[in-house]
Nanobody, 128 residues
Framework: QVQLVESGGGLVQAGGSLRLSCAASGRSFSHYVMGWFRQAPGKEREFIVAVSWNGGRTSYAASVKGRFAISRDNAKNTLYLQMNSLKSEDTAVYFC?????????????????????WGQGTQVTVSS
């Protein structure tokens, strides 16, 4: 079992920055892939970024590449998402997720159903 709790969401002006955190507990955090997803009102949940067990490999969606950065601190069992140059279209509920089936050494999953544990989400609102 893995428990995930996101924090750090809020209201920010366009062009601003936020850093989201995801605290993990349960199964050894340093063994598996972690990812961030988001869901805007009226839209499907979408993949943003995934990171391998040691942070050595990442995969970003085109919509956030160059603006967002994922990182993880395995000693603190925490995943981060640094979001810069925020746009109104980044407004969504942001979820962290764990895929305990993969380490990420050779494959980084980007599909929702491949992730087996999810946090409750944190709201990010970007005002224009």
């Amino acid at each position: 079992q893995v428990q995930l709790v996101e924090s750090g969401g809020g209201l920010v002006q366009a062009g601003g920055s936020l850093r989201l955190s995801c605290a993990a507990s349960g199964r050894s955090f340093s063994h598996y892939v972690m990812g961030w997803f988001r869901q805007a009102p009226g839209k499907e949940r979408e993949f943003i970024v995934a990171v391998s067990w040691n942070g050595g490999r990442t995969s970003y969606a085109a919509s956030v590449k160059g603006r967002f950065a994922i990182s993880r601190d395995n000693a603190k069992n925490t995943l981060y998402l640094q979001m810069n140059s925020l746009k109104s279209e980044d407004t969504a509920v942001y979820f962290c997720a764990a895929d305990t089936a993969y380490s990420g050494n050779s494959y980084l999953p980007t599909v929702i159903h491949e992730y087996d544990y999810w946090g409750q989400g944190t709201q990010v609102t970007v005002s224009s």
